[in-house]
């Protein structure tokens, strides 16, 4: 059974760097591409971006400038970065697995969430 | 970015009813449409794939159906667990988009 799960602070000052970790169990990093999701309270889902296992990246525009994924395959984890945080970067915040399929992007499997709160 | 709008907002409705939810893409997207339900406090889980077909695991009660623009989720025979919110999402290209979402309530 895959499982995935996400690790760091759950409150980070404005203007400094969110960092997580997502911890992956039952399966291997590779050869599957990996996401980072996030939701605001009571609001909908936005795509981060996506690491492939051998550190290809792919961000959302509208947060490329402040996101940094990355995978440390040796601990099969990969991480998040994203900086300059103001309270709009306040959400739960989901990493996930791209399903097997090489023509449909859907996510199969996701973390429980972890909620990043951004206040001084 | 492709722009998901989903309707209605939210959608009440009793047990053992059948109901339908929409999803109307701002764009073509073929069949590249996937549906998910999360529950209170919960992550995503991941219903139908290309606008069609059902994922391992989850009940024949769901069913996904659509193409090009707009796309249906119908739920038949409404168990309890099936209270939730529904979310679409395009992989037709990225950024990945979701729709705001759909809230079934019980009536």
């Known amino acids: 059974q895959v499982q995935l799960q996400e690790s760091g602070p759950g409150l980070v000052k404005p203007s400094e760097t969110l960092s997580l970790t997502c911890s992956v169990s039952g399966a291997s990093i590779s050869p599957y591409y990996w996401n980072w999701i996030r939701q605001p309270p009571g609001k909908g889902l936005e795509w981060i971006g996506y690491?492939?296992?051998?550190?290809?990246?792919n961000y959302n525009p509208s947060l490329k400038s402040r996101v940094t994924i990355s995978v440390d395959t040796s601990k099969n984890q990969f991480s998040l970065r994203l900086s300059s945080v103001t309270s709009a970067d306040t959400a739960v915040y989901f990493c996930?697995?791209?399903?097997?399929?090489?023509?449909?992007?859907?996510?199969?499997?996701w973390g429980q969430g972890i909620l990043v709160t951004v206040s001084s | 970015d492709i722009q998901m709008t989903q309707s209605p907002s939210s959608l009440s409705a009793s047990v053992g009813d059948r109901v339908t939810l929409t999803c109307r893409a701002s764009q073509y997207i073929s069949n590249s449409l996937n549906w998910y339900q999360q529950r209170p406090g919960k992550a995503p889980s991941l219903l139908i794939f290309?606008?069609?077909r059902l994922q391992s695991g989850v009940p024949s009660n769901f069913s996904g159906s659509g193409s090009g623009t707009d796309f249906t989720l119908t739920i038949s025979g409404l168990r309890p667990v099936d209270f939730a919110t529904y979310f679409c999402?395009?992989?037709?290209?990225?950024?990945?988009?979701f729709g705001q979402g759909t809230r079934l309530e019980i009536k």
């Open positions: 996930a697995r791209r399903g097997p399929s090489y023509t449909d992007y859907y996510i199969d499997y």
């Open positions: 290309s606008a069609s």
């Open positions: 999402q395009q992989s037709y290209s990225l950024p990945i988009t």
């Open positions: 690491l492939y296992y051998s550190g290809n990246t």
